[in-house]
């Protein structure tokens, strides 16, 4: 009578363990059995837990790209050496932590941020420098307008501590040297401009930094990124600086 050959491989496989129990008994061991997996090769099944995904973005890459020299109205910016900016103040997305709308800007002092609030709970994260103690300015307001390469006019103030400066009495044209940079984004309250800017800064050293006389610092390559987003804004944007 031929046997079935399920029962041969299942009696091989009793006879086989049975084997192996008896060599761990003679040898006193009590250990459990590490018998290889099963499961396909290359299979994670690690949960990724509440983490949610985060979207792409194809202005948010490498920092090599990110940063790199490029040619913009006839100025070459030249590129950022990145490895000396903490890896927290390079340009990211991240989940939103503001609770701000979609199409918000919010400045977190503190922290040294600034948040472009996004649809879907995201928001591009952006290393700023900030003012120095007793220069900052903080509240709600509206970006009203935006330039490029914007001429940087000196208040009065400042060329009475800086006299140097009263050469740009009528104003600096824009350029790689205008401490202003590539972009400008003015921040006005009730209609009226406060003084205060959001803008580049060719200082990228002062990213993360009380440096400036209260005005907002980008690098020069996430001022631009800021400003193309803000531009295809169909409202004017808030600000809320905190």
């Not at 009793?14 to 090769?41: F, I, K, N, R």
């Not at 837990?49 to 990110?66: A, C, E, L, Q, Y």
């Not at 103690?133 to 390469?149: L, M, S």
């Amino acid at each position: 009578m031929l046997q079935d050959p399920g029962y041969v491989v299942s009696r091989r496989a009793v006879l086989s363990g049975l084997g192996v129990m008896s060599l761990l008994g003679a040898s006193g061991c009590s250990q459990v059995l590490d018998l290889p997996s099963l499961e396909p090769a290359g299979v994670d099944r690690m949960s990724t837990g509440s983490i949610p995904p985060i979207s792409v973005d194809s202005n948010i890459t490498d920092n090599g790209t990110m940063y790199a020299s490029m040619v913009d109205n006839g100025f070459v910016i030249p590129a950022i050496p990145f490895q000396k900016i903490k890896p927290e103040f390079r340009r990211q997305i991240v989940i939103d932590p503001t609770g701000e709308a979609p199409g918000t800007i919010v400045v977190r002092l503190n922290e040294r941020y600034l948040y472009w609030v996004q649809e879907g709970g995201e928001a591009v994260r952006y290393g700023v420098g900030i003012g120095k103690a007793g220069f900052e300015w903080n509240g709600r307001a509206e970006i009203q307008y935006t330039k490029q390469w914007p001429t940087w006019t000196p208040p009065r103030e400042m060329i009475a501590r800086k006299p140097e400066l009263v050469k740009w009495t009528n104003g600096q044209p824009g350029g790689l040297d205008n401490p202003l940079g590539a972009r400008a984004h003015y921040i006005f309250k009730d209609g009226q401009d406060t003084g205060y800017r959001v803008h580049g800064s060719p200082e990228w050293w002062t990213i993360g930094t009380q440096a400036s006389s209260g005005c907002v610092r980008m690098i020069n390559q996430d001022v631009i990124d800021l400003y193309n987003r803000v531009k295809a804004s169909p409202t004017k944007v808030p600000i809320v600086v905190a």
